[in-house]
């Protein structure tokens, strides 16, 4: 089980990319899915979330500029970021919770984190 993201790179001010996080197994195993970015110096932070209710949360610092999707038939998870800024420069991580038996006969949750992809915006 493992999420593998990619789409990172350097851009200029005002730029845009498309990062992808694929997920492995179960389209059906899987909630929860979203994108977090670590700056340099700076906490781990929520970008986006797909919560397990279908709804869409946002940062406060990329609302409005990034949108979140998911493609169920490759089971990837997409963040589209426009107007990217430097201050958007970070590692950014995907992460979700995936349904599996964690010992013989019990079930539940389990969290997971893609190996990040950096953005790098200039100035």
């Known amino acids: 089980v493992q999420l593998q993201a990619s789409g990172g790179g350097s851009v200029q001010a005002g730029g845009s990319l498309r990062l992808s996080c694929v997920a492995s197994?179960?389209?059906?195993?899987?909630?929860?899915l979203g994108w977090f970015r670590e700056g340099p110096g700076k906490q781990r932070e929520l970008v986006a979330r797909?919560?397990?209710?279908?709804?869409?949360g946002y940062g406060d610092a990329v609302r409005g500029r990034f949108t979140i999707s998911r493609d169920l038939d490759t089971n990837t998870l997409y963040l589209e970021t426009k107007n990217l800024q430097p201050e958007d420069t970070a590692v950014y991580y995907c992460n979700g919770e995936h349904w599996e038996e964690k010992t013989p006969g019990s079930w539940g949750w389990i969290e997971y984190w893609g190996q990040g992809t950096l953005v790098t915006v200039s100035s």
């Open positions: 797909m919560n397990s209710d279908n709804s869409v």
């Open positions: 197994g179960s389209v059906h195993a899987w909630s929860d």
